[in-house]
């Protein structure tokens, strides 16, 4: 088992920042593939970056790519989430999630969720 807790959401002007973080505990950390999804209301979750394992590889989705970041400290067993340039369309519920083996676009291949955190865009 994994435990995936997030952190880092709040209330934010269009143009701003804030940093998401994912703490996991449970099984070695370093062995699993993170996602990061967002849900808005009324909309299906959708994918927003992967990080491999060793965090060498990462992908975006093409609506953040260019403003977010996602990262690793396999010392901390925490990934993070970089927002930069926030718009009110970012604004949703952000999750983490894990998995094993190579990381996915797909949130049905994931295994474990964390809770959630609310990330509201102001315009």
């Known amino acids: 088992q994994v435990q995936l807790v997030e952190s880092g959401g709040g209330l934010v002007q269009a143009g701003g920042s804030l940093r998401l973080s994912c703490a996991a505990s449970?099984?070695?950390?370093?062995?699993?593939?993170m996602g990061w999804f967002r849900q808005a209301p009324g909309k299906e979750r959708e994918f927003v970056a992967r990080i491999s394992w060793s965090g060498g590889y990462t992908d975006y989705a093409d609506s953040v790519k260019g403003r977010f970041i996602s990262s690793r400290d396999s010392t901390k067993n925490t990934v993070y989430l970089q927002m930069n340039s926030l718009k009110p369309e970012d604004t949703a519920v952000y999750y983490c999630?894990?998995?094993?083996?190579?990381?996915?676009?797909?949130?049905?291949?994931?295994?474990?969720w964390g809770q959630g955190t609310q990330v509201t865009v102001s315009s």
């Open positions: 999630a894990a998995k094993t083996l190579f990381y996915s676009r797909n949130p049905k291949e994931y295994d474990y």
């Open positions: 449970g099984r070695t950390f370093s062995n699993y593939a």
